[in-house]
C-alpha cells in the first residue's frame, strides 16, 4: 500500500463559499415551493453576492482555486480519464470543468430571476424594469425551468463523490470540510493561499454587486 501523507487542499473561503452555496440552494428551491418569494428573492440575492464572490477568488484567491489551475484541454481531460495522469490538490480536469458548468447555470438562474415578472405583474425581479412584461415573463420561465438544470449538475455531484468513495476509495467531502486531503507520498505543491488583501476586495466587491442589484441597479 503506498503511503500518504495529509496535504492542504482547499482553503476556509473556498468551504465556506461551498457550503454557504449549498445551503442557499436548497433554501431556494423551499422558498419558491412554499411562496415565500420575497425570501426567495433575498436568498437569490446571497447567491449572486457568493458568485462574484467566486469569479474574483478564482483569479486571485488561493492555488487551487484559481481557474487557471483546474481548467484544462481535451487532451488533459483524455489523460486523466485514462489514469495517464497522478491526482493532484484540488479540481481534476473534469472536475474542473463541472465547477464551470454549475457556475454559468447558477448565473443563469440568478439573472432570469432579476428579470422575471410573475403573471400579476406584481411580485418581480430587481431588474424587472429593464424588460417588457412578455420578456420577464419569458424570464420566469427560464428561471423556472433552468433549475431543473441546476438539479441534474447537482445529481452528477453526488454520483461522483459516491464513484471516488466506493471505486477509487477517495472521500471527496471530507477535504471540503477540514481542507485537508491524503495525497500519496511524495506529497504535492502545498496549497499557496490568497493574501487577506485579495480576499478583503473578493468580499467587498460581492457585497457591493449584491448591494447595487438588490437597489435595482441604479445609475
Do not use: C
Not at 132 to 148: L, P, V
Amino acid at each position: 500500500m503506498k503511503s500518504t501523507t495529509p496535504i492542504a487542499v482547499w482553503d476556509v473561503p473556498i468551504r465556506i463559499f461551498h457550503w454557504l452555496l449549498v445551503g442557499l440552494i436548497a433554501f431556494s428551491w423551499w422558498s419558491a415551493e412554499s411562496g415565500r418569494l420575497d425570501w426567495h428573492l433575498i436568498s437569490g440575492i446571497g447567491i449572486l453576492a457568493l458568485l462574484v464572490f467566486r469569479l474574483m477568488w478564482g483569479v486571485v484567491g488561493s492555488s487551487t482555486a484559481r481557474f487557471a489551475s483546474f481548467l484544462r484541454g481535451p487532451a488533459s481531460i483524455a489523460n486523466y480519464v485514462r489514469g495517464k495522469t497522478s491526482p493532484l490538490p484540488g479540481h481534476n480536469p473534469l472536475g474542473g470543468w463541472s465547477v464551470v458548468a454549475m457556475l454559468a447555470v447558477l448565473a443563469l438562474q440568478v439573472g432570469t430571476g432579476l428579470l422575471a415578472v410573475d403573471v400579476d405583474g406584481i411580485e418581480s425581479g430587481p431588474l424587472s424594469y429593464l424588460v417588457e412584461f412578455d420578456q420577464g415573463r419569458t424570464a420566469a420561465r427560464i428561471h423556472e425551468i433552468s433549475f431543473n438544470a441546476v438539479l441534474g449538475l447537482i445529481a452528477l455531484h453526488v454520483l461522483t463523490i459516491l464513484f471516488y468513495l466506493v471505486v477509487r476509495r477517495r472521500n471527496l467531502i471530507g477535504p471540503m470540510i477540514t481542507g485537508r486531503a491524503h495525497a500519496p507520498e511524495p506529497a504535492a505543491a502545498p496549497l499557496q493561499r490568497g493574501k487577506l488583501w485579495a480576499f478583503a476586495l473578493s468580499v467587498i466587491v460581492a457585497f457591493s454587486a449584491a448591494w447595487w442589484i438588490w437597489n435595482g441597479a441604479p445609475v
